[in-house]
Structures are given as structure tokens and as C-alpha cells.
């Protein structure tokens, strides 16, 4: 039998389900599109902001640099800034190249919330010292590096304390900022002025949750006294998780039927990365991106259709750039029969959002007969396997000639 809070409970969520929800006023650009913590937004700003000609001729890179490396002088004219640089396939967020006889380079390395890739080998975290590595950054007159993040933290990949490495925390980023907008920053594109002040307010009153001296009364009229009852809304999250959690073993469970038993149906040749979640040969890939055939195991939402596809990435987990990405999805299309290529769709972008290839037509996800879904699902991934296995395997072979 129901408890009277059980009961109380039941019918709070009840309520709630039936009324509006409360009124979110955003007080940023940044906030009123959802970026605030999200890193690659932060990092297309910043590089924008990096650009010559925004601020003042470079005054925010000057800054950057005159702070975190006081001892680096006149390095000479600005060549480029590129965001996620593939020069060396790994793709830092941004990087910074100077006409020099050894093209002087400054990478940015920027961390909103997640931590450093880990090493596939050691588990240990190594993105950081990685990129040192891959452009040759051996000391500070070969280049040097910015490891932005929340709280100014170093990387924990670099062992120990190296001049060429600085980090630089989201905080002295807003400060310095601030400090240009208060040296009466001048700037022909008054747009960006307007910018940064939203910017630094992003960083401090949302990033960072500091209390805002402008901030207005907040309204609260119409919203459930019972929400304010701490007890109740504890007992709420409490059944959310529980739900969750099961949600957590569904999915497990999903992941290791869709790919049982591929080796009958398949052959000997393939494997299951799950690493990865690829089912794919030892031999499928491309410039250092394994290729493979892959789904969306977060798909335990009724009536949510869930994907089946192509998707490439390397061990770090980094997406396949894009013109790599064309050369496979365009040999692929070439090759395919006409009646199998209706079957797929193409709309990978650079973000990631989608997958080289994904199989269309596929059946929502049906909480009533959700093991039935599975095993449909099951049975497209091995078709489109199939179907696309002589194909990868011609694209691969060509490419290693």
C-alpha cells in the first residue's frame, strides 16, 4: 500500500508535469544558446577573439602571452590561427603559427569540464604532453603551450614544470579581458567589444556561479510551495536515479545483445572493439582513424528512433576530420548499388553530431516490446556489415598501395 508521502509525491510530480515550467531568463549570449559549458563553442570564441584585427591587432594574444611567458619578446609577424589543427592528426583546439624561420607555434588547449585523453596503453592521461611531442615543442624557442581550463590547473600529463607550458584558468582569462574593456579597448568592430563584456559575464556569473551585482529579483509566483520542500524533492531525485540506474543496466544489456554471436554470421575476421563500440576488421582504417560499424547505445527514450552507422575516430577518441571522412563516404557511394544506396545517409559535420554513414528507415525504440526492437536492431547492423564490408576493405587496401 501506498504511503500518504508516497501519495503527496506522486501527486507533486503530477503537478509539475501539468504546469509551465518556471520562466529561465538567460543573461548571456552564451547562456541563452547553451554553451556555457560546452568546449568547443569557448574555443571558437576564443580563437576568434585571437584573431588579428578583432582586438585590437592581436592585443588579447599580446596579453596572453606577456603574462604566462614575460621572457618571449617580439617573436615576429602572426602567420595563422587554426582551430583543431590536423597538421600532425591529433588536433589540438587551437594553435598559433608565427612567420619564423622555424614557424613558432602556441597551442591552446582548452578543458571547460572533461579532464586530458588518456593513453590507450597506460590508462594514464597524456594529451597535453602528447601535443608537445607531435610539434616538436622541445623548448620555448620552438614554441609553447596554454592549458586553459576551469581552475588554472596544470596538466597532469606533464610530469613536471616545464617553461614552455602554462596553464591559464577561465577566471585570469575574464580578468584580462576585463582589464582591456576598463584600458578603453578600441576597436573598429564594436561588435566584439559588445562580445567580450557578454563573455566575461558568461565566465563569472555562469561558468563560475558568481553572484551577479546586477542580477535581477528572481520571480518565484506560480511555481509549487511543495518545491521548496527539500524532504520531497530529495524523494523525487531519489526515484529519477533508480530509474536511471536502470536505464544504465538496460543499455548494458542492449550493447551486448545487438552484437552477440557476429562472428556466426559474420566471419572470424571481425571483432568488437568495445573500447571503441566498433564491429570492425583489424586492418579498417585510415590514416590513424579506425573505421567501423557502430550505434547509439543511448537511445532508451519510447518512440526515439536510435542510430545504426559508419563511424570513424582514433585512440584518443577524436572524430575523423571531415575531408577524411568525404574520401571514405564518397568511395563508399561509388561503390554501393543502386539499391543500397537509398539505405544510407550522409550528414557528418565536423562537430561530430552525426556519423559517416547511417542506415535509414530504422524502427523507434518501443518501451512495450523493446526486445524485439533489439533484436531488429541486431539484425540491421550485421546486414549493413555485410553490405559495406567488400567495400571498406577495397577502400582500405587502396589506400595502404
Given at each position: 500500500?501506498?504511503?500518504?508521502?508516497?501519495?503527496?509525491?506522486?501527486?507533486?510530480?503530477?503537478?509539475?508535469?501539468?504546469?509551465?515550467?518556471?520562466?529561465?531568463?538567460?543573461t548571456t549570449?552564451?547562456?541563452?544558446?547553451?554553451?556555457?559549458?560546452?568546449?568547443?563553442?569557448?574555443?571558437?570564441?576564443?580563437?576568434?577573439?585571437?584573431t588579428?584585427?578583432?582586438?585590437?591587432?592581436?592585443?588579447?594574444?599580446?596579453?596572453?602571452?606577456?603574462?604566462?611567458f614575460?621572457?618571449?619578446?617580439?617573436?615576429?609577424?602572426?602567420?595563422?590561427?587554426?582551430?583543431?589543427?590536423?597538421s600532425?592528426?591529433?588536433?589540438?583546439?587551437?594553435?598559433?603559427?608565427?612567420?619564423?624561420?622555424?614557424?613558432?607555434?602556441?597551442?591552446?588547449?582548452?578543458?571547460?569540464?572533461?579532464?586530458?585523453?588518456?593513453?590507450?596503453?597506460?590508462?594514464?592521461?597524456e594529451?597535453?604532453?602528447?601535443?608537445?611531442?607531435?610539434?616538436?615543442?622541445?623548448?620555448?624557442?620552438?614554441?609553447?603551450?596554454?592549458?586553459?581550463?576551469?581552475?588554472?590547473?596544470?596538466?597532469?600529463?606533464?610530469?613536471?614544470?616545464?617553461?614552455?607550458?602554462?596553464?591559464?584558468?577561465?577566471?585570469?582569462?575574464?580578468?584580462?579581458?576585463?582589464?582591456?574593456?576598463?584600458?578603453?579597448?578600441?576597436?573598429?568592430?564594436?561588435?566584439?567589444?559588445?562580445?567580450?563584456?557578454?563573455?566575461?559575464?558568461?565566465?563569472?556569473?555562469?561558468?563560475?556561479?558568481?553572484?551577479?551585482?546586477?542580477?535581477?529579483?528572481?520571480?518565484?509566483?506560480?511555481?509549487?510551495?511543495?518545491?521548496?520542500?527539500?524532504?520531497?524533492?530529495?524523494?523525487?531525485?531519489?526515484?529519477?536515479?533508480?530509474?536511471?540506474?536502470?536505464?544504465?543496466?538496460?543499455?548494458?544489456?542492449?550493447?551486448?545483445?545487438?552484437?552477440?554471436?557476429?562472428?556466426?554470421?559474420?566471419?572470424?575476421?571481425?571483432?568488437?572493439d568495445?573500447?571503441?563500440?566498433?564491429?570492425?576488421?583489424?586492418?579498417?582504417?585510415?590514416?590513424?582513424?579506425?573505421?567501423?560499424?557502430?550505434?547509439?547505445?543511448?537511445?532508451?527514450?519510447?518512440?526515439?528512433?536510435?542510430?545504426?552507422?559508419?563511424?570513424?575516430?582514433?585512440?584518443?577518441?577524436?572524430?575523423?576530420?571531415?575531408?577524411?571522412?568525404?574520401?571514405?563516404?564518397?568511395?563508399?557511394?561509388?561503390?554501393?548499388?543502386?539499391?543500397?544506396?537509398?539505405?544510407?545517409?550522409?550528414?557528418?559535420?565536423?562537430?561530430?553530431?552525426?556519423?559517416?554513414?547511417?542506415?535509414?528507415g530504422?524502427?523507434?525504440?518501443?518501451?512495450?516490446?523493446?526486445?524485439?526492437?533489439?533484436?531488429?536492431?541486431?539484425?540491421?547492423?550485421?546486414?549493413?556489415?555485410?553490405?559495406?564490408?567488400?567495400?571498406?576493405?577495397?577502400?582500405?587496401?587502396?589506400?595502404?598501395?
Amino acid at each position: 500500500m501506498i504511503s500518504k508521502e508516497d501519495k503527496e509525491i506522486l501527486e507533486l510530480i503530477e503537478q509539475l508535469a501539468e504546469m509551465r515550467l518556471p520562466q529561465q531568463t538567460p543573461t548571456t549570449l552564451f547562456d541563452a544558446l547553451g554553451f556555457v559549458k560546452l568546449e568547443a563553442p569557448h574555443s571558437k570564441f576564443i580563437a576568434w577573439l585571437l584573431t588579428p584585427g578583432i582586438l585590437n591587432e592581436g592585443w588579447l594574444l599580446q596579453k596572453i602571452i606577456s603574462k604566462k611567458f614575460p621572457h618571449i619578446k617580439d617573436i615576429g609577424p602572426l602567420s595563422r590561427i587554426e582551430r583543431e589543427d590536423s597538421s600532425t592528426g591529433k588536433r589540438p583546439d587551437i594553435v598559433i603559427y608565427w612567420e619564423t624561420e622555424k614557424r613558432y607555434r602556441l597551442i591552446i588547449e582548452n578543458k571547460v569540464k572533461a579532464k586530458e585523453n588518456k593513453s590507450e596503453e597506460t590508462g594514464e592521461p597524456e594529451q597535453v604532453n602528447m601535443y608537445l611531442k607531435e610539434y616538436d615543442i622541445n623548448t620555448l624557442d620552438d614554441g609553447c603551450l596554454i592549458y586553459l581550463n576551469k581552475d588554472g590547473d596544470w596538466p597532469t600529463s606533464v610530469k613536471e614544470r616545464k617553461e614552455r607550458v602554462e596553464p591559464l584558468s577561465y577566471k585570469e582569462l575574464a580578468d584580462l579581458l576585463d582589464e582591456g574593456i576598463k584600458e578603453g579597448l578600441e576597436n573598429e568592430n564594436s561588435k566584439a567589444k559588445k562580445f567580450v563584456g557578454d563573455y566575461i559575464e558568461t565566465i563569472r556569473y555562469k561558468l563560475f556561479n558568481l553572484p551577479n551585482p546586477n542580477m535581477k529579483k528572481p520571480e518565484i509566483d506560480g511555481i509549487p510551495k511543495a518545491l521548496f520542500n527539500s524532504d520531497k524533492i530529495s524523494k523525487i531525485n531519489q526515484w529519477i536515479e533508480r530509474v536511471d540506474d536502470k536505464k544504465v543496466e538496460v543499455n548494458k544489456w542492449i550493447k551486448l545483445e545487438i552484437v552477440k554471436d557476429f562472428r556466426k554470421e559474420l566471419n572470424s575476421e571481425f571483432e568488437f572493439d568495445e573500447e571503441y563500440e566498433l564491429l570492425k576488421k583489424k586492418n579498417w582504417s585510415y590514416k590513424n582513424y579506425f573505421i567501423g560499424i557502430t550505434y547509439n547505445n543511448d537511445v532508451i527514450k519510447d518512440n526515439e528512433v536510435g542510430f545504426i552507422g559508419l563511424h570513424g575516430c582514433d585512440k584518443s577518441k577524436r572524430l575523423i576530420p571531415p575531408e577524411y571522412a568525404k574520401e571514405i563516404v564518397d568511395y563508399i557511394f561509388k561503390k554501393l548499388k543502386s539499391n543500397d544506396k537509398s539505405k544510407y545517409l550522409n550528414r557528418y559535420d565536423k562537430n561530430g553530431k552525426y556519423w559517416l554513414l547511417e542506415k535509414k528507415g530504422l524502427e523507434p525504440f518501443n518501451i512495450d516490446n523493446w526486445e524485439n526492437w533489439v533484436e531488429k536492431m541486431r539484425i540491421e547492423m550485421i546486414e549493413m556489415t555485410k553490405t559495406l564490408s567488400p567495400i571498406i576493405d577495397e577502400f582500405v587496401k587502396s589506400k595502404k598501395k
